[in-house]
């Protein structure tokens, strides 16, 4: 399988640090390392995970639980397994998995990964659920396997994280095969309002260096879809009531691969608090060709946060559609996109807040770079992106009463003149005669100091223009 789009230097890394200004220098020990303190080469104090984690495989018989390959159900109810205990399945194939009423500790979650190998789910039903559960880590860093949990078919879904789940981590999977989602993860509002809006946030959704391909729904279908608007009366056993889908605060998807989805690649709505998606290859996206569900990235109605260092690459609809608020959209490369690189509209957002699309590559594009469609948005900005091949309007403002300012794009009808080090490999990377180089407008107030490979943004006399930055010898 062709994992990787980009060229073989292409390093893909994991921002664990706190939110920096444009002006003010990251300050680490170092800029790359291992972060996960579950990993045998963990190293403190790193700005960005470089994905050289090793872990040391485990053997069934260190395991505190294993469970049986025929046996699908696994209750901490009825099992009272302590804290901090390792759950196991096999290697081989099994059947699908529920877990059910593990509650761990931010210090000290439930682990459930693989043993003696690769475990395989094969089964015409969900692959793995996680219900009723907290602070929990599903993972498949049991083996030398890049992927040592591998579900290959699922109905509806390959995995799914519900009915109240929350603090959980979903790494290092390989899905595919399910008929709808890859990763589901989402609580839905029920009639005796214990996981309503206001009574329960999902907190803590992690997903990342997993492979999600060939599935009919999306790759990731994270929180609701319905902020703006109540739950669906006919969706629930109680259509006399009127349910509020429940918020997310902390969400988390990075480093993912994500390719051939019938629906959108990577979905989220209602995350209302501390959002962010980055790091991600989504390619071919939305192969079912339905309007509403075929965007590389989907943020849905309710979610703020930031959109960063992501490939969005060949698919059928819009490689960003953003209807949430408060976004900042930046170091992203959109590519070969059958309709608008980056699609802006309103699904009521808080009032007052704004969309900052800043230093994105968007090239080969059928439609608009960008279709701005947000009348309830104020102080949006377009700045420092590169537009190349657009067959549409560049930027395409429906509405004078739309609040956009636009500085410092270069738009270009090829990439012939923009000097660029590699376009066959898709290394945009200026070079030291293009025109993008510290073309960009400093942004005051930030986060933006990563180009799409997190190298460090303002090298030289200014910031670049694009997705990628000069680096200065």
């Given at each position: 399988m062709e994992k990787s789009i980009l060229f073989a230097a292409i390093i893909f890394l994991t921002c664990c640090g706190s939110p920096i200004s444009d002006d003010v220098t990251p300050t680490f020990s170092t800029l790359t390392g291992c972060t996960d303190s579950y990993a045998i080469n963990t190293v403190n104090d790193v700005a960005f995970s470089d994905n050289s984690c090793e872990y040391?495989?485990?053997?069934?018989?260190?395991?505190?639980?294993?469970?049986?390959?025929?046996k699908v159900i696994i209750d901490n109810d009825d099992l009272s397994l302590p804290i901090g205990s390792v759950i196991c399945l096999g290697s081989g194939v099994r059947r699908s998995v529920i877990i059910r009423n593990f509650h761990g500790t931010?210090?000290?979650?439930?682990?459930?990964?693989?043993?003696?190998?690769?475990?395989?789910?094969?089964?015409?039903?969900?692959?793995?659920?996680?219900h009723y559960s907290s602070h929990i880590r599903l993972t498949g860093t049991g083996s030398t396997d890049e992927y040592g949990i591998k579900v290959i078919q699922g109905r509806p879904f390959g995995v799914v994280a519900e009915l109240g789940t929350t603090d959980f981590e979903i790494d290092h999977l390989d899905i595919s095969g399910a008929t709808e989602v890859a990763i589901a993860a989402r609580t839905r509002p029920v009639c005796d309002g214990s996981t309503n809006k206001d009574t329960f946030t999902q907190r803590n959704t992690i997903i990342h260096h997993n492979y999600l391909h060939d599935v009919g729904g999306e790759g990731t279908y994270v929180g609701g879809s319905h902020w703006h608007s109540s739950f669906p009366a006919g969706a629930s056993d109680c259509p006399d009531q009127t349910l509020y889908e429940p918020e997310l605060k902390g969400v988390r998807i990075y480093n993912n691969i994500v390719e051939n989805t019938g629906k959108d690649g990577i979905q989220v709505g209602n995350g209302i608090e501390d959002c962010k998606i980055f790091n991600n290859i989504i390619t071919n996206y939305g192969l079912q060709n339905i309007t509403i569900h075929q965007a590389g990235i989907m943020v849905n109605p309710g979610t703020t946060g930031e959109i960063f260092s992501n490939v969005v690459k060949g698919g059928t609809g819009n490689g960003i559609f953003v209807n949430g608020f408060d976004n900042l959209i930046?170091?992203?490369?959109?590519?070969?996109?059958?309709?608008?690189?980056?699609?802006?509209?309103?699904?009521?957002?808080?009032?007052?807040?704004?969309?900052?699309?800043?230093?994105?590559?968007?090239?080969?594009?059928?439609?608009?770079?960008?279709?701005?469609?947000?009348?309830?948005?104020?102080?949006?900005?377009?700045?420092?992106?590169?537009?190349?091949?657009?067959?549409?309007?560049?930027?395409?403002?429906?509405?004078?009463?739309?609040?956009?300012?636009?500085s410092n794009n270069i738009i270009s009808s090829s990439l012939d003149n923009i000097a660029l080090e590699n376009i066959g490999q898709l290394n945009f990377t200026p070079t030291s005669t293009s025109p993008l180089l510290d073309s960009g407008r400093v942004i005051d107030r930030d986060q933006l100091f990563v180009d799409l490979l997190m190298r460090e943004r303002k090298s030289g006399e200014a910031i670049d223009v694009g997705a990628f930055e000069f680096q200065q010898e």
């Open positions: 040391t495989p485990i053997s069934c018989e260190e395991c505190d639980f294993v469970l049986a390959a025929d931010s210090e000290t979650p439930y682990i459930f990964t693989n043993c003696d190998g690769q475990s395989i789910v094969d089964e015409d039903l969900p692959g793995i659920k996680l930046y170091s992203n490369l959109v590519i070969d996109c059958k309709k608008n690189a980056i699609h802006v509209g309103d699904r009521e957002p808080l009032p007052g807040k704004s969309y900052r699309i800043v230093n994105n590559s968007l090239i080969n594009i059928e439609g608009n770079a960008l279709y701005m469609n947000s009348k309830l948005s104020a102080n949006n900005i377009f700045y420092n992106n590169l537009m190349a091949n657009i067959q549409s309007d560049a930027i395409n403002k429906l509405g004078s009463d739309i609040d956009l300012d636009l």
